[in-house]
């Protein structure tokens, strides 16, 4: 009996740029039609950190040359951005893959807002740097003329951060679900997602933030009513006392450990972390489900209990 499972694609399975992912995308492919193959139905989430940033970086120059033609471009558009332009390629290498396999089925990219909430502290505590770097001079000119907020980055220059908070639901649900029951391999929540939230009416607004891809996804798994979530990564385990000379690899944790764990700051922000901290909601938001975090190429063992970490009460 196949499950349905919610995979979370890493950067690493979507490299850093068109020809890196026009390349990376093959192998991605690869091993997801290998679940596929298997008899499962798949979701999948990915990241976008170096897609936006390109996004982003082009438009601020293209703003900045020409101001008086040009109008800056909002967050949330360039996370639209950044969903067709990474779907695309997606898309069109699982189909391909399919096919290569003899497997008829569509594949469809959906662009999905994901709701935040406007009171989230997040948004009075922006820590996510995006775009490009700036002068002083130029930083300060976007905190006056916009309200933007900057931080110096490291001696390298000034950064734009954003707000990152947590996903409360996803707006297309309903049409990702759908589309699943119709026998279709669907590519959601693209980078997190597009950050809206509700104001008068049924209206959604752009908000100026981004959302972890890995929480975005645990919602994306409990809407969809999966099995299994899957967050892949650049290590085929989770371990303890990581790059240590007691560095252990864990091959199962209940919610119970990975808090224990995270409690002891085994496990990096920004890395490690959000993955286990999204794992963990996720195993323990019905009975029977379950997380594994594991390298992309190894998701198919990891599905059968080979390998990976796995996550469940």
């Known amino acids: 009996m196949g499950k349905r499972i919610v995979i979370a694609l890493g950067g690493n399975a979507l490299g850093n740029n068109l020809p890196e992912q026009m390349i990376a995308v093959k192998q991605t492919a690869k091993a997801i039609v290998d679940l596929i193959e298997e008899g499962h139905e798949v979701i999948i989430a990915h990241g976008n950190g170096p897609q936006v940033g390109m996004i982003q970086k082009a438009m601020a120059e293209l703003t900045r040359?020409?101001?008086?033609?040009?109008?800056?471009?909002?967050?949330?558009?360039?996370?639209?951005?950044?969903?067709?332009?990474?779907?695309?390629?997606?898309?069109?290498?699982?189909?391909?893959?399919?096919?290569?396999?003899?497997?008829?089925?569509?594949?469809?990219t959906v662009l999905t807002q994901v709701e935040v909430d406007p009171e989230d502290k997040a948004f009075q505590n922006p820590t996510k740097?995006?775009?490009?770097?700036?002068?002083?001079?130029?930083?300060?000119?976007?905190?006056?003329?916009?309200?933007?907020?900057?931080?110096?980055?490291?001696?390298?220059?000034?950064?734009r951060v954003v707000a990152s908070p947590k996903p409360q639901s996803i707006i297309e649900i309903q049409s990702i679900r759908d589309m699943v029951a119709a026998g279709l391999v669907v590519v959601a929540?693209?980078?997190?997602?597009?950050?809206?939230?509700?104001?008068?009416?049924?209206?959604?607004?752009?908000?100026?933030?981004?959302?972890d891809k890995d929480f975005a996804s645990c919602v994306l798994a409990q809407q969809v009513e999966a099995d299994?979530?899957?967050?892949?990564?650049?290590?085929e385990k989770v371990a303890i006392n990581f790059g240590k000379p007691d560095e252990?690899?864990?091959?199962?944790?209940?919610?119970?450990?990975?808090?224990?764990?995270?409690?002891?700051?085994?496990?990096?922000?920004?890395?490690?972390?959000?993955k286990v901290q999204a794992a963990v909601e996720f195993a323990e938001s019905a009975p029977g489900r379950s997380a594994l975090i594991t390298l992309l190429e190894k998701a198919k063992d990891g599905v059968a209990g080979k390998t990976g970490t796995a996550i469940h009460q």
């Open 65 to 108: 040359s020409e101001p008086e033609k040009y109008i800056p471009c909002p967050l949330s558009v360039c996370v639209a951005m950044s969903q067709g332009y990474i779907g695309y390629d997606l898309q069109n290498a699982l189909r391909e893959e399919l096919l290569d396999r003899g497997i008829n089925k569509g594949v469809a």
């Open 129 to 159: 740097p995006i775009g490009a770097f700036m002068t002083k001079e130029e930083a300060d000119k976007l905190v006056a003329e916009r309200g933007y907020n900057v931080i110096e980055d490291a001696g390298r220059g000034y950064r």
């Open 189 to 211: 929540c693209g980078g997190g997602g597009i950050p809206v939230y509700k104001t008068e009416g049924h209206h959604l607004k752009g908000a100026a933030a981004v959302i």
């Open 228 to 235: 299994t979530l899957i967050i892949l990564t650049a290590v």
């Open 248 to 274: 252990k690899w864990l091959d199962e944790l209940t919610p119970d450990e990975a808090r224990k764990y995270i409690g002891e700051g085994h496990f990096a922000p920004g890395s490690m972390l959000p």
